[in-house]
């Protein structure tokens, strides 16, 4: 009971009589009798109650804080990210038409630009020339193979053939040599006896025993004789020299064979490589004639892939060049989000554990799942990574990119663009 309601209740009892006497009030005795409470150890009670209450609340939210900070490891260090593929021309040329704008989207095969195709058109028409010009010459070369190896066949067959009449020719020679030998033998037997049979008439006339007609045919048969030995002598020195002609002729006929026989591979390889040659200068043609007519398409630039065009840097009337980017084209098809972790959060952390994913510009939450640790912190995979070896060093705790890939058909997954802020939330228990 409160200081007001005393006073209320002294008043009504010095009123008189008939407020003493009303029903349902108090006597002032009754109101003597009962103290009251002081205030300030009433205030004290609820300030107790109160402070014991928060300090509850407090201790509940600690912990529930620590028991899922066991359970989770979570990071604001975050992005999403994607491939970014750079696009430029392949071939060198002056644009012509620029088919898109910065940030229209775009599906694999559609046309980004396109180049002056006249100087890759003059290319292609020059390679065909090529073309032409190398079957020509393949063609004109192909049968001087065949021809080679008939001419060969021949030739040998030919050297063959001399070498048979030659051996015959020699074999004739030796017969006709050894025939006159024999002849030869017989005529000078012959002609001994003739001049014995003259010496001996001349000896018988000169004592009259013989006539001179006689001694006449005696001197005629013995100079006849002499005469049959002499031409017998040389036609055997004849017959001899047609025996060496003749040898000479077959040693000519085997070294002709044999330089046949030497020659027509190589030269029919010869012929063959000429072929090759051939051959291979009309390949190189084609394929000179193939690059001309890729040149040639490479003057219409279409997407690789899905995605949107950005970092646009092309006009009509530029000239580019191979290797120059001319635009970039964002891929939103396949996104995934990497999460730079303190290596201190990364005791617990193995691939495939689940995570949710707050993304920023959405306010939406996206499930994904651990897909792989990098192999190395961010700070030694940048350009300049520091050398703790020189001057002072400083610990500091690393971050290492971990990556999370999120799960397909969720809602807010097409208004994804990489480098997006995230604060992903992986359950390491």
Not at 26 to 50: D, F, H, L, N, Y
Not at 61 to 73: K, N, P, T, V
Not at 191 to 198: E, K, P, V, Y
Not at 324 to 336: D, E, F, P
């Amino acid at each position: 009971m409160d200081t007001t309601t005393n006073e209320r209740i002294a008043t009504k009892g010095a009123a008189g009589p008939s407020a003493a006497a009303s029903p349902g009030s108090a006597t002032p005795a009754a109101v003597s009798a009962t103290p009251a409470t002081p205030p300030k150890a009433k205030a004290s009670g609820a300030r107790k109650v109160i402070l014991a209450v928060v300090v509850v609340v407090a201790a509940a939210i600690a912990g529930s804080y620590y028991l899922r900070q066991r359970h989770f490891e979570e990071t604001d260090d975050a992005q999403i990210d994607g491939d970014i593929s750079s696009i430029g021309a392949r071939v060198e040329g002056t644009v012509t038409n620029v088919a898109v704008r910065e940030g229209q989207e775009v599906k694999a095969g559609d046309p980004l630009l396109e180049l002056d195709p006249t100087d890759l058109q003059v290319m292609v028409e020059q390679a065909e020339a090529q073309v032409a010009q190398a079957e020509a010459q393949l063609k004109v070369e192909d049968p001087s193979v065949l021809i080679t190896e008939t001419s060969n066949a021949t030739a040998k067959s030919t050297a063959q053939s001399d070498i048979a009449s030659s051996i015959a020719a020699v074999s004739a020679a030796r017969q006709d040599v050894s025939q006159f030998e024999a002849q030869l033998e017989q005529a000078k037997a012959t002609d001994r006896q003739a001049q014995l049979d003259r010496t001996r008439d001349q000896r018988l006339l000169s004592t009259q025993s013989i006539s001179q007609a006689e001694f006449d045919r005696a001197d005629s048969a013995a100079a006849a004789s002499a005469a049959g030995v002499k031409a017998l002598q040389q036609s055997l020195a004849a017959a001899k020299d047609r025996v060496r002609e003749a040898s000479a002729r077959a040693a000519q006929a085997h070294a002709r064979f044999s330089e046949i026989r030497s020659n027509a591979p190589r030269e029919l390889d010869t012929k063959k490589a000429s072929i090759l040659v051939r051959k291979a200068s009309l390949d190189a043609a084609r394929a000179s004639l193939r690059q001309a007519q890729l040149n040639l398409s490479y003057a219409r630039v279409v997407s690789p892939v899905d995605g949107i065009v950005s970092k646009k840097a092309v006009a009509v009337g530029d000239h580019v060049a191979p290797g120059q980017q001319l635009l970039a084209i964002a891929q939103t098809t396949r996104l995934w989000v990497t999460a730079n972790f303190r290596e201190t959060q990364l005791r617990d952390m193995r691939p495939g554990q689940p995570a949710d994913v707050h993304v920023d510009a959405l306010g939406v939450d996206l499930r994904g799942s651990v897909e792989s640790i990098t192999g190395a912190t961010g700070a030694r995979l940048s350009i300049l990574p520091p050398e703790n070896a020189s001057g002072n060093f400083v610990k500091v705790v690393q971050r290492i990119p971990v990556r999370i890939d999120l799960e397909p058909n969720q809602a807010g997954l097409s208004a994804l663009r990489p480098g997006m802020s995230v604060e992903p939330e992986v359950r390491v228990r």
